[in-house]
């Protein structure tokens, strides 16, 4: 659950590799056993791939809040910030870790195609301070608030304690690194000008449809099988969680800052 970037960044495809990310050993480090599980072959398949491209998405998630910090520096942004930011690289990394540890306990292979790593946008466009506003809006306030909504519900719903209490670690970090974006655009929004704005206002119809992308399933394409204990959830309710946050939190929480984050979404799902 792993942030994937910032708008314009592809998270990559089957046809995309550049090589195997294999954390089999890291996974057997970390030996998480799982009580005996009432699962269906079909359940169980789901729930591996499930774990497996939550264990790719949280390790490369790591190269964006990497990347993030040399953003910051220019920016100007506190040192202590950049400290907090270098910290969730590795929490992502430890998410990978962890996933795939799932992975394992379920009987699967912890070893998966790492999608191409494309560079967190630069925005050589903007001022230092403007692009880092792009980033952390893409990454944090929406990507990131979105997925502690899903990991919320997903760990409610967890069955087996050692699933649950991963889910919860998990959880911790990424309510963190959404504060994150949303504390950044309270203390550095202030310092843009009103022509800066608008184009941040523009930049979020790009970052919306990224995100309507990944996470918007129509019901025709709702996955068959669902199996919220072991992490395999209801696409349709997961869908419906996903555009209650937008709706609820993101779009009201950007306009309190004077952001048009609601016209934004409306071109992004026109598109």
């Known amino acids: 659950m792993g942030a994937t970037g910032a708008a314009g960044v592809p998270g990559g495809g089957a046809d995309d590799v550049s090589h195997m990310l294999d954390l089999r050993r890291e996974a057997r480090a970390l030996a998480?056993?799982?009580?005996?599980?009432?699962?269906?072959d079909e359940a169980r398949a789901a729930?591996?791939?499930?774990?497996?491209?939550?264990?790719?998405?949280?390790h490369v998630s790591a190269r964006v809040f990497a990347a993030l910090i040399p953003q910051l520096m220019r920016a100007g942004v506190d040192a202590s910030e950049q400290a907090v930011v270098a910290d969730m690289v590795g929490q992502e990394l430890r998410h990978g870790r962890l996933c795939a540890a799932v992975v394992d306990a379920l009987g699967g292979d912890a070893r998966a195609p790492l999608p191409e790593l494309v560079d967190v946008p630069t925005h050589d466009d903007a001022t230092p301070l403007e692009a880092v506003l792009r980033n952390v809006l893409s990454i944090s306030c929406l990507n990131e608030t979105v997925a502690v909504?899903?990991?919320?519900?997903?760990?409610?719903?967890?069955g087996p304690p050692p699933i649950r209490r991963i889910l919860t670690e998990i959880l911790r970090d990424e309510v963190n690194h959404a504060k994150l974006g949303w504390r950044l655009v309270e203390r550095l929004l202030p310092r843009v000008d009103a022509a800066t704005r608008a184009r941040l206002d523009a930049y979020l119809v790009p970052a919306f449809r990224q995100l309507l992308e990944r996470h918007y399933v129509p019901d025709h394409l709702?996955?068959?099988?669902?199996?919220?204990e072991v992490g395999v959830d209801d696409t349709r309710a997961s869908c419906?969680?996903?555009?209650?946050?937008?709706?609820?939190?993101?779009?009201p929480g950007?306009?309190?800052?004077?952001?048009?984050?609601?016209?934004?979404?409306?071109?992004?799902?026109?598109a």
């Not at 998480?32 to 269906?40: A, D, G, K, Q, R």
């Not at 729930?47 to 949280?58: F, P, S, T």
């Not at 909504?149 to 967890?158: F, I, N, S, V």
């Not at 709702?222 to 919220?228: G, H, L, Y």
């Open 222 to 228: 709702a996955r068959p099988i669902s199996a919220p």
């Open 32 to 40: 998480i056993v799982l009580p005996e599980l009432s699962l269906s």
């Open 240 to 251: 419906a969680l996903f555009l209650d946050v937008v709706t609820t939190v993101i779009v």
């Open 47 to 58: 729930a591996v791939d499930e774990w497996l491209g939550r264990m790719v998405n949280e």
């Open 254 to 270: 950007l306009e309190a800052h004077g952001l048009d984050a609601r016209a934004a979404v409306a071109i992004a799902s026109a």
């Open 149 to 158: 909504a899903l990991l919320e519900t997903g760990r409610e719903l967890a």
